[in-house]
């Protein structure tokens, strides 16, 4: 992540907190700025959060594509009460609506 950071702690969908920065230029590293609102692939409409590392889930292995410590794209689906998720390759998985 990038100096300066603006971090904030959100649950995720698997109920973990992560701490994710907010800023602009974090997002915008990924074509994307806060606050966006986005669809996923499966047309869900959700909304960009920021960028944080993916999150190991306890008692599960890593997807072998990703790294772990891989910084990724988070958004909230707006289907979830406002949990997090982070999407891999949101430049072929999301796009703004």
Request: some cysteine.
């Given at each position: 992540?990038?100096?300066?950071?603006?971090?904030?702690?959100?649950?995720?969908?698997?109920?973990?907190?992560?701490?994710?920065?907010?800023?602009?230029?974090?997002?915008?590293?990924?074509?994307?700025?806060?606050?966006?609102?986005?669809?996923?692939?499966?047309?869900?409409?959700?909304?960009?959060?920021?960028?944080?590392?993916?999150?190991?889930?306890?008692?599960?292995?890593?997807?072998?594509?990703?790294?772990p410590s891989?910084?990724?794209?988070?958004?909230?689906?707006?289907?979830?009460?406002?949990?997090?998720?982070?999407?891999p390759d949101?430049?072929?998985?999301?796009?703004?609506?």
């Open positions: 992540m990038t100096k300066g950071l603006t971090v904030r702690e959100f649950t995720a969908i698997n109920n973990q907190v992560v701490e994710i920065d907010t800023s602009e230029e974090a997002c915008q590293r990924f074509g994307f700025s806060p606050d966006q609102k986005v669809v996923d692939v499966y047309g869900r409409p959700c909304t960009v959060v920021g960028v944080a590392p993916l999150s190991p889930i306890p008692g599960e292995e890593d997807p072998p594509c990703i790294e891989s910084d990724m794209l988070w958004v909230s689906l707006d289907i979830n009460g406002g949990k997090v998720c982070s999407i949101p430049e072929n998985n999301l796009r703004a609506r």
